[in-house]
Nanobody, 128 residues
Framework: QVQLVESGGGLVQAGGSLRLSCAPS????????MAWFRQAPAKEREFVAA?????????YYADSMKGRFTISRDNAKSTVYLQMNSLKPEDTAIYYC????????????????????WGQGTQVTVSS
């Protein structure tokens, strides 16, 4: 059974940085789209960023994350990272990794229903 394991969350002050990691357990994804979503307390799940392996340059970000967050991958490890800089208190949320075996682009890459595999989430807390 495929599991996605996130790590790297924690407590950071506003303006700081964190790097989240997502690695599959039980499967090596050779072709995939992987994404990060987040959910803050009392809010709906929100798309953060996506990357697909069919096009090595294709990444897709939510508008509010552009310029601060960067999604990247390590092919050898099938690991996807989310580098988060200039963090704000409103970035506080549980961050979830998701994976799909399809090549997703644009709007489809931002929809949670496009993804089949999900991690358990990692908490990110940004203090003011």
């Amino acid at each position: 059974q495929v599991q996605l394991v996130e790590s790297g969350g924690g407590l950071v002050q506003a303006g700081g940085s964190l790097r989240l990691s997502c690695a599959p357990s039980g499967h090596t994804f050779s072709s995939y789209t992987m994404a990060w979503f987040r959910q803050a307390p009392a809010k709906e799940r929100e798309f953060v960023a996506a990357l697909n392996s069919w096009s090595s340059r294709y990444t897709y970000y939510a508008d509010s994350m552009k310029g601060r967050f960067t999604i990247s991958r390590d092919n050898a490890k099938s690991t996807v990272y989310l580098q988060m800089n200039s963090l704000k208190p409103e970035d506080t949320a549980i961050y979830y990794c998701a994976a799909a075996m399809d090549a997703l682009y644009g709007i489809s890459a931002s929809l949670g229903n496009s993804y089949y595999y999900w991690g358990q989430g990692t908490q990110v807390t940004v203090s003011s």
